[in-house]
Protein backbone atom coordinates (compact mmCIF):
# COMPACT_ATOMS: atom_id res chain seq x y z
CA UNK A 1 0.00 0.00 0.00
CA UNK A 2 1.33 3.71 -0.68
CA UNK A 3 0.07 7.19 0.43
CA UNK A 4 -0.52 8.93 -2.98
CA UNK A 5 -1.11 11.90 -0.84
CA UNK A 6 2.61 11.88 0.11
CA UNK A 7 4.27 11.02 -2.60
CA UNK A 8 2.31 14.21 -4.58
CA UNK A 9 4.19 15.99 -1.82
CA UNK A 10 7.23 15.52 -1.92
CA UNK A 11 7.19 15.98 -5.82
CA UNK A 12 5.06 18.88 -5.78
CA UNK A 13 6.80 21.02 -3.20
CA UNK A 14 9.88 21.79 -4.92
CA UNK A 15 7.93 22.37 -7.95
CA UNK A 16 6.44 24.77 -6.10
CA UNK A 17 9.42 26.33 -5.01
CA UNK A 18 10.95 26.66 -8.59
CA UNK A 19 8.22 28.79 -9.57
CA UNK A 20 9.44 31.67 -7.35
CA UNK A 21 12.55 32.03 -9.34
CA UNK A 22 11.38 30.86 -12.64
CA UNK A 23 9.46 33.36 -14.66
CA UNK A 24 7.61 33.25 -18.95
CA UNK A 25 6.98 29.67 -20.48
CA UNK A 26 8.80 27.66 -17.89
CA UNK A 27 7.15 29.02 -15.46
CA UNK A 28 3.61 28.05 -16.91
CA UNK A 29 4.80 24.41 -17.77
CA UNK A 30 5.96 23.89 -14.41
CA UNK A 31 2.78 24.90 -12.74
CA UNK A 32 0.93 23.08 -15.58
CA UNK A 33 2.62 20.36 -14.75
CA UNK A 34 1.93 20.20 -10.96
CA UNK A 35 -1.94 21.19 -11.89
CA UNK A 36 -1.43 17.77 -14.07
CA UNK A 37 -0.58 15.81 -10.37
CA UNK A 38 -2.85 17.17 -8.76
CA UNK A 39 -5.67 16.19 -11.30
CA UNK A 40 -4.70 12.67 -11.72
CA UNK A 41 -4.71 12.29 -7.95
CA UNK A 42 -8.48 13.83 -7.96
CA UNK A 43 -9.24 11.34 -11.08
CA UNK A 44 -8.05 8.24 -9.20
CA UNK A 45 -10.19 9.13 -6.04
CA UNK A 46 -13.02 9.49 -8.29
CA UNK A 47 -12.78 6.65 -10.06
CA UNK A 48 -12.42 4.17 -7.10
CA UNK A 49 -15.04 5.74 -5.72
CA UNK A 50 -17.29 5.26 -9.04
CA UNK A 51 -15.92 1.76 -9.98
CA UNK A 52 -17.26 0.72 -6.28
CA UNK A 53 -20.22 2.35 -6.67
CA UNK A 54 -21.44 0.11 -9.73
CA UNK A 55 -19.48 -2.78 -8.66
CA UNK A 56 -17.71 -3.43 -11.77
CA UNK A 57 -15.00 -5.55 -12.43
CA UNK A 58 -11.22 -4.04 -13.29
CA UNK A 59 -11.60 -4.68 -17.11
CA UNK A 60 -14.80 -2.72 -17.32
CA UNK A 61 -13.60 -0.13 -15.16
CA UNK A 62 -10.49 0.66 -17.69
CA UNK A 63 -12.49 0.82 -20.45
CA UNK A 64 -15.88 2.60 -20.08
CA UNK A 65 -14.77 4.57 -16.40
CA UNK A 66 -11.30 5.96 -16.52
CA UNK A 67 -11.29 7.04 -19.67
CA UNK A 68 -14.13 9.49 -19.35
CA UNK A 69 -13.64 10.49 -15.77
CA UNK A 70 -10.07 11.13 -16.56
CA UNK A 71 -10.00 13.21 -19.61
CA UNK A 72 -13.10 15.06 -18.32
CA UNK A 73 -10.32 16.38 -15.22
CA UNK A 74 -7.35 16.84 -17.54
CA UNK A 75 -9.85 19.11 -19.54
CA UNK A 76 -11.41 21.14 -16.76
CA UNK A 77 -8.02 23.16 -16.23
CA UNK A 78 -7.72 23.70 -19.97
CA UNK A 79 -10.87 25.15 -20.42
CA UNK A 80 -10.03 27.16 -17.31
CA UNK A 81 -7.55 28.39 -19.06
CA UNK A 82 -9.13 29.13 -22.47
CA UNK A 83 -12.19 30.62 -21.16
CA UNK A 84 -10.92 32.66 -17.84
CA UNK A 85 -7.42 33.48 -18.96
CA UNK A 86 -8.02 33.52 -22.31
CA UNK A 87 -4.98 31.64 -23.55
CA UNK A 88 -4.79 30.56 -26.96
CA UNK A 89 -2.30 28.93 -29.51
CA UNK A 90 0.78 27.74 -28.31
CA UNK A 91 0.32 28.57 -25.42
CA UNK A 92 -2.62 26.52 -24.97
CA UNK A 93 -0.67 23.86 -26.20
CA UNK A 94 2.04 24.27 -23.27
CA UNK A 95 -0.62 23.81 -20.67
CA UNK A 96 -2.26 21.19 -21.74
CA UNK A 97 1.37 19.38 -22.74
CA UNK A 98 2.25 20.43 -18.79
CA UNK A 99 -1.02 18.70 -17.60
CA UNK A 100 -0.50 15.73 -19.84
CA UNK A 101 3.07 15.33 -18.58
CA UNK A 102 2.10 15.56 -14.94
CA UNK A 103 -0.95 13.46 -15.32
CA UNK A 104 1.41 10.60 -16.23
CA UNK A 105 4.67 11.37 -14.50
CA UNK A 106 2.45 11.34 -11.35
CA UNK A 107 0.86 7.77 -12.23
CA UNK A 108 3.40 6.63 -13.48
CA UNK A 109 5.42 7.36 -9.92
CA UNK A 110 2.60 5.35 -8.54
CA UNK A 111 2.23 2.53 -10.06
CA UNK A 112 6.02 1.86 -10.28
CA UNK A 113 5.92 2.25 -6.38
CA UNK A 114 2.86 -0.52 -6.07
CA UNK A 115 4.15 -2.73 -8.76
CA UNK A 116 7.78 -2.74 -8.82
CA UNK A 117 10.62 -1.13 -10.85
CA UNK A 118 12.61 -4.44 -11.51
CA UNK A 119 10.87 -5.66 -14.70
CA UNK A 120 12.81 -3.39 -17.48
CA UNK A 121 9.88 -4.33 -20.18
CA UNK A 122 7.48 -3.32 -17.51
CA UNK A 123 9.32 0.85 -16.90
CA UNK A 124 9.45 0.74 -20.55
CA UNK A 125 6.00 0.17 -21.14
CA UNK A 126 4.77 2.48 -18.30
CA UNK A 127 7.02 5.39 -20.37
CA UNK A 128 6.80 4.91 -23.66
CA UNK A 129 2.91 3.73 -24.19
CA UNK A 130 0.81 4.84 -21.26
CA UNK A 131 3.22 8.35 -20.23
CA UNK A 132 3.00 9.49 -24.01
CA UNK A 133 -1.15 8.25 -24.15
CA UNK A 134 -2.29 10.78 -21.42
CA UNK A 135 0.16 13.41 -22.98
CA UNK A 136 -1.56 12.73 -26.76
CA UNK A 137 -4.59 12.54 -25.24
CA UNK A 138 -4.50 16.40 -24.13
CA UNK A 139 -2.62 17.68 -26.99
CA UNK A 140 -5.67 16.10 -29.36
CA UNK A 141 -7.85 18.00 -27.23
CA UNK A 142 -5.84 21.59 -27.26
CA UNK A 143 -5.39 21.16 -30.92
CA UNK A 144 -8.95 20.45 -30.93
CA UNK A 145 -9.99 23.17 -29.36
CA UNK A 146 -8.05 25.18 -31.42
CA UNK A 147 -9.23 24.39 -34.90
CA UNK A 148 -12.79 24.89 -33.76
CA UNK A 149 -12.00 28.31 -32.75
CA UNK A 150 -10.35 29.10 -36.16
CA UNK A 151 -13.55 27.88 -37.33
CA UNK A 152 -16.20 29.74 -35.15
CA UNK A 153 -17.24 25.96 -33.25
CA UNK A 154 -16.29 26.75 -30.21
CA UNK A 155 -19.49 26.16 -28.27
CA UNK A 156 -20.66 23.40 -25.91
CA UNK A 157 -21.41 20.75 -28.55
CA UNK A 158 -17.93 21.81 -29.96
CA UNK A 159 -15.57 21.73 -26.71
CA UNK A 160 -17.69 17.96 -25.95
CA UNK A 161 -16.52 16.91 -29.32
CA UNK A 162 -13.16 17.68 -28.64
CA UNK A 163 -13.44 15.65 -25.15
CA UNK A 164 -15.44 12.71 -26.70
CA UNK A 165 -12.24 12.85 -29.27
CA UNK A 166 -9.82 12.40 -26.19
CA UNK A 167 -12.11 9.65 -24.23
CA UNK A 168 -12.46 7.43 -27.46
CA UNK A 169 -8.88 7.37 -28.02
CA UNK A 170 -7.44 6.88 -24.12
CA UNK A 171 -10.72 4.01 -24.32
CA UNK A 172 -9.29 2.72 -27.34
CA UNK A 173 -5.94 2.22 -25.51
CA UNK A 174 -7.31 0.75 -22.58
CA UNK A 175 -8.86 -1.39 -24.96
CA UNK A 176 -6.26 -2.65 -26.44
CA UNK A 177 -3.46 -3.12 -24.07
CA UNK A 178 -6.04 -4.94 -21.79
CA UNK A 179 -6.02 -7.70 -24.56
CA UNK A 180 -2.93 -9.91 -24.57
CA UNK A 181 -1.51 -10.92 -28.17
CA UNK A 182 -1.17 -8.95 -31.14
CA UNK A 183 -4.06 -6.30 -29.42
CA UNK A 184 -1.52 -5.05 -26.78
CA UNK A 185 1.31 -5.26 -28.77
CA UNK A 186 -0.57 -2.15 -31.40
CA UNK A 187 -1.98 -0.51 -28.22
CA UNK A 188 1.82 0.21 -26.95
CA UNK A 189 2.58 1.24 -30.15
CA UNK A 190 -0.08 3.34 -30.88
CA UNK A 191 0.84 6.46 -28.80
CA UNK A 192 4.14 6.46 -30.44
CA UNK A 193 3.09 6.51 -33.42
CA UNK A 194 0.18 8.93 -32.66
CA UNK A 195 2.88 11.20 -30.98
CA UNK A 196 4.81 11.22 -34.23
CA UNK A 197 2.21 12.83 -36.22
CA UNK A 198 0.82 15.55 -33.73
CA UNK A 199 4.66 16.38 -33.80
CA UNK A 200 4.48 16.58 -37.39
CA UNK A 201 0.96 18.56 -36.96
CA UNK A 202 2.40 20.91 -34.44
CA UNK A 203 5.19 21.78 -36.44
CA UNK A 204 3.39 22.91 -39.19
CA UNK A 205 0.97 24.79 -37.12
CA UNK A 206 4.23 26.39 -35.81
CA UNK A 207 5.38 27.42 -39.20
CA UNK A 208 2.09 29.63 -39.82
CA UNK A 209 2.01 31.57 -36.60
Do not use: Q, W
Not at 34 to 61: K, N, P, Q
Not at 93 to 122: D, H, K, P, Q
Not at 155 to 176: D, K, R
Request: aromatic share 12%.
Amino acid sequence: MIYAENILLCILIPLLVSLLFITGKAKRFALSFSVGMIVCLLAAYISGYTELLSDIDEFEAAVYVSPIIEELMKMLPVLFCLVVLRTEGSDLLLVAAGIGSGFATFENCCYLLTRGSGVFSYVMIRGLAVGIMHIVCMMVFALSLIAAKRFHALSFPGVFGCLALSMTYHGLYNLLVSLPGLSSSIGYALPIVTVVYLYYEYRKYSNRN
